[in-house]
């Protein structure tokens, strides 16, 4: 495909930055969003609003999403005016959000009875670096599929990864996502601890920095335990939904994991705790206050 019509829902801090990037880059977009004033920035770039995604898919070559959820994404796909009402025998369909790998395979076979192909290709990075074009993608789907569409995600990422059949990339950004948020949990916990033991956090960061335990989620939860800067764009919610999405999908698979069980039950503490919006370094501030 050269230059495709891109069909864009989801407008959001991840997901406006990809649209403007594209519309640098020459793509002509039709997009849709509950969030006007997001949509009226698009537009005013030339993008062109469509009132329902059946509508957007009918005029589109590649439909993308960046939802929050896979309920969502199936509203959006099965609703009477939805995407699979109106997209076109040959498009494709991205999904870049974090979905159900179970959930994600079921719209691929409905979407391969019309003739439709479909990639998931969930993001790694943050929106900045979806503005310049510099995202990590995860994609998985039919290799004849994900060549077609490369060429789109080239431009809006640095690193394209090909992971195999549909769902292996919402797999795999599943089981990155429990080890970054268990991280971020057990390192927001440690600098908690310390506050709470006079030990100096500066200090302790010092040491755990020049050792094995460095990494760049230390670096986010440093800035805010020690700084107060929270510039982590991941909110306790989102990560509180991608947690409960890997329990499920490890039950699926006949398992469980008890760490993960753990870093969801904070999540979900603090997100009832009503921090859902904070960004997830900022859980320390339930740690810190936490009695038994």
């Given at each position: 495909?050269t230059?495709p019509?891109?069909?864009f829902i989801?407008?959001?801090?991840?997901?406006?930055?990809?649209?403007?990037c594209l519309?640098?880059?020459?793509f002509?977009?039709v997009?849709m969003?509950?969030?006007?004033e997001?949509?009226a920035?698009?537009v005013?770039?030339g993008?062109t609003?469509?009132t329902s995604p059946a509508?957007?898919?009918a005029?589109?070559d590649i439909v993308m999403?960046?939802l929050?959820?896979?309920?969502?994404?199936?509203k959006?796909?099965y609703?009477?005016?939805?995407i699979l009402?109106?997209?076109?025998?040959?498009?494709?369909l991205i999904d870049?959000g974090t979905?159900i790998?179970?959930?994600?395979?079921k719209?691929g076979?409905?979407?391969?009875?019309?003739?439709?192909?479909m990639v998931?290709?969930?993001?790694g990075?943050?929106?900045?670096?979806a503005?310049d074009?510099?995202?990590?993608?995860?994609?998985?789907g039919?290799?004849?599929t994900?060549?077609?569409?490369?060429?789109?995600?080239?431009?809006?990422g640095?690193?394209?990864?090909?992971?195999?059949a549909l769902g292996?990339g919402h797999t795999?950004?599943?089981?990155?996502?429990?080890m970054?948020?268990t991280?971020?949990?057990?390192?927001?916990?440690?600098?908690a601890?310390?506050e709470?033991?006079?030990?100096d956090?500066?200090q302790?960061?010092d040491?755990?920095?020049?050792g094995p335990?460095?990494s760049?989620?230390?670096q986010?939860?440093?800035?805010?335990?020690?700084?107060?800067?929270s510039?982590?764009?991941?909110s306790?919610?989102?990560?509180?939904k991608d947690l409960?999405y890997?329990l499920?999908?490890?039950?699926?698979l006949?398992?469980r994991?008890?760490?993960?069980?753990?870093?969801?039950?904070?999540l979900?503490a603090a997100?009832e705790?009503g921090?859902?919006d904070?960004?997830?370094?900022?859980?320390?501030?339930?740690?810190?206050k936490?009695?038994?």
């Amino acid at each position: 495909m050269t230059k495709p019509v891109i069909g864009f829902i989801g407008l959001g801090l991840m997901g406006g930055n990809m649209v403007e990037c594209l519309q640098n880059n020459g793509f002509n977009l039709v997009v849709m969003d509950l969030n006007k004033e997001a949509v009226a920035t698009a537009v005013a770039r030339g993008a062109t609003e469509a009132t329902s995604p059946a509508e957007l898919a009918a005029a589109s070559d590649i439909v993308m999403l960046c939802l929050t959820t896979s309920a969502v994404v199936e509203k959006l796909v099965y609703a009477d005016n939805g995407i699979l009402a109106g997209i076109r025998e040959g498009a494709v369909l991205i999904d870049f959000g974090t979905s159900i790998p179970a959930s994600t395979r079921k719209i691929g076979a409905d979407l391969a009875g019309k003739s439709v192909g479909m990639v998931d290709a969930p993001l790694g990075r943050t929106p900045a670096h979806a503005k310049d074009g510099l995202l990590n993608i995860m994609a998985a789907g039919d290799k004849t599929t994900f060549s077609r569409v490369k060429p789109v995600l080239d431009v809006l990422g640095e690193n394209i990864f090909y992971l195999g059949a549909l769902g292996a990339g919402h797999t795999t950004k599943l089981i990155n996502n429990f080890m970054g948020m268990t991280t971020v949990c057990t390192m927001a916990q440690a600098f908690a601890v310390a506050e709470r033991a006079g030990v100096d956090c500066q200090q302790l960061f010092d040491i755990m920095a020049s050792g094995p335990s460095s990494s760049p989620f230390m670096q986010f939860c440093k800035k805010y335990a020690v700084d107060g800067i929270s510039d982590l764009g991941f909110s306790i919610a989102n990560a509180n939904k991608d947690l409960k999405y890997f329990l499920s999908m490890v039950e699926d698979l006949g398992s469980r994991t008890r760490i993960a069980e753990g870093t969801s039950s904070n999540l979900q503490a603090a997100f009832e705790a009503g921090m859902g919006d904070k960004n997830v370094p900022e859980i320390f501030d339930y740690f810190l206050k936490l009695e038994k």
